[in-house]
């Protein structure tokens, strides 16, 4: 299994299952590299967060079955990202939760996703009864 060093997917593989599938991964300098390898059939799969892996495989996305997996002893397999504002300015940070917002009802956050070959998930904070994954394996079909 192809994983990007260093990185929450690659902590977790080395540790799944008591170590056991330690020596079955593979670490590449990106999840695009580890990708690569998939399509040329040197792995069986790769771990890595769902957009850098939807990118990856880009229109060869048909030819994989790309899913969540499930991360026992995490806390969750998927995460939003957020915006760090400095303690005290509460315009700034609800100015940018707003923008975010209306992005996110007009559509143009879906698009971009669309544009690169990414499945958008509603962030967890959006809506709580709908949550998505960050993690995700891909593997020939």
Partial sequence: VGVELDTLADFFLLSAYNGRIR????????????????EQGELAGVVGPR???EYALGEAREGFRVRPIQTRGLRGSGWDLGAAVKQGNEHLATAISE????????G??????????????RPLRADPLERGSGSLAASRN
Avoid: C, P
């Avoid at 020596?23 to 998939?38: D, I, N």
């Fill in 99 to 106: 923008s975010m917002k209306a992005l996110r009802e007009a």
């Fill in 51 to 53: 957009s850098e892996v």
């Fill in 23 to 38: 020596e079955q991964v593979v670490h590449f300098r990106s999840v695009g590299e580890a990708v690569a390898a998939l």
């Fill in 108 to 121: 143009s956050i879906q698009e971009i996703f669309a544009r690169n070959d990414s499945t958008y998930i």
